[in-house]
């Protein structure tokens, strides 16, 4: 059951200083922890994806294997790749992962700014309840 | 195998150094994106692995043969397209291809139908009257067709307009995909070039100043690819 909408949520920019490579193993990574990219999923197939964004099949390649090494995804002789299943822990450890890769930029501007952490967590907490309203 | 070895190859014409003691192999399928400025020797080099110079010296060898004594069994594994075509003018697209095409054996029809659609190509029209853009589809079509093991482009977007581009791209992707083949690809346009290529070789003066995975060397400059040539060239000049 791939969908015709995964390559709509994966948008690349081959112009950025990011390898194109690394965008796609983050962004999918993203989808998995967030639920968006359900476990059993079938992937596109390299060739399909490396057409769908315009970059070298080797590079989508090279994503599929990291993601294969990362454990998020599995590989089956002959059939598409599919989303693992994770356990409870396995994906709350990744957002997390996530969440820490998201808010390092976050924790050294509260540093240059010489905001406390008391100060800085309670903004957090603000903004987390804002934007559950 | 071994697609191309380029041994410390250097070419004068006259007094004026076009290649200096460069190196170059490719040894697996790979798209190698080919960067320079103006005169740099992209054009000459990619001459060179076809045969048509020769070293003044050092060693060129393509698909494990001297280019000096390249021959039928090599040459009809070798595709290119010139930035300045040679195309017979006086031919109609139509019948240039299938002139061509006579030369191959290994001669897609399928895919020379599917290139004519996609790219526009118009068969009845005259092959010197046509736009230098679609001259350069027409080289573009003529160099793939045969599903060279090596493939040669020399500044094939240039003249493109950015759908044709894409379109381009695409088939190259395929192309790639699909076969044993190592593609050179020397361009300009950095921002087509880094969608395909995976690795870059930079010519400043008739010297590689740079010849590393697109991947590494993004990691090492963070930038992209126009901004990284600015900064190579620039530092080596």
């Known amino acids: ?133 | 195998m071994s697609y191309v070895e380029i041994e410390n190859v250097t070419k004068k014409f006259g007094g004026k150094v076009a290649l200096d003691s460069v190196s170059l192999r490719i040894t697996t399928p790979s798209i190698v994106g080919l960067m320079g400025k103006n005169g740099s020797g992209k054009s000459t080099l990619l001459r060179h692995i076809c045969g048509l110079q020769l070293p003044t010296s050092g060693v060129c060898r393509t698909l494990g043969t001297d280019t000096a004594v390249l021959d039928s069994p090599e040459l009809s594994r070798i595709g290119i397209a010139h930035q300045h075509d040679s195309l017979i003018g006086w031919m109609s697209g139509g019948r240039l291809i299938s002139y061509v095409s006579g030369f191959y054996a290994t001669w897609d029809t399928a895919l020379e139908e599917r290139l004519v659609k996609l790219l526009e190509i118009n068969r009845d029209a005259g092959v010197a009257t046509s736009s230098p853009g679609n001259r350069q589809k027409l080289s573009l079509l003529l160099a793939v067709c045969h599903h060279p093991t090596v493939l040669l482009l020399d500044e094939p977007l240039s003249d493109l307009d950015p759908i044709a581009r894409r379109d381009v791209i695409d088939v190259l992707i395929e192309e790639f995909q699909g076969h044993d083949v190592a593609i050179v690809i020397s361009s300009h346009l950095l921002h087509d070039l880094e969608r395909i290529a995976e690795r870059i070789v930079c010519l400043d003066a008739g010297r590689v100043v740079a010849d590393a995975s697109l991947d590494e060397l993004k990691e090492q400059y963070g930038s992209n690819l126009d901004t990284m040539f600015r900064r190579i060239v620039g530092a080596s000049a």
């Not at chain 1, 112009?15 to 193993?25: A, H, T």
């Not at chain 1, 450890?93 to 700014?113: G, H, K, M, N, Y």
């Open chain 1, 1 to 133: 059951m791939s969908r015709e909408i995964l390559p709509a949520n994966l948008v690349v920019d081959p112009n950025s200083g990011v390898p194109v490579f690394r965008q796609i193993v983050d962004q999918l990574r993203f989808h998995v922890a967030s639920g968006l990219l359900e476990p059993g999923e079938e992937l596109p197939s390299t060739r399909a994806l490396s057409q769908e964004l315009g970059v070298n099949p080797m590079t989508v390649s090279k994503a599929f294997v990291l993601l294969e090494q990362e454990r998020l995804v599995e590989r089956r002789p002959g059939l598409p790749l599919v989303v693992r299943r994770l356990g409870h822990d396995a994906v709350e450890r990744e957002r997390l992962d996530l969440l820490r890769t998201t808010l390092e930029p976050a924790v050294l501007a509260a540093r240059q700014l010489g905001v406390s952490a008391t100060r800085a967590a309670a903004l957090l907490r603000q903004m987390l309840s804002e934007a559950n309203e």
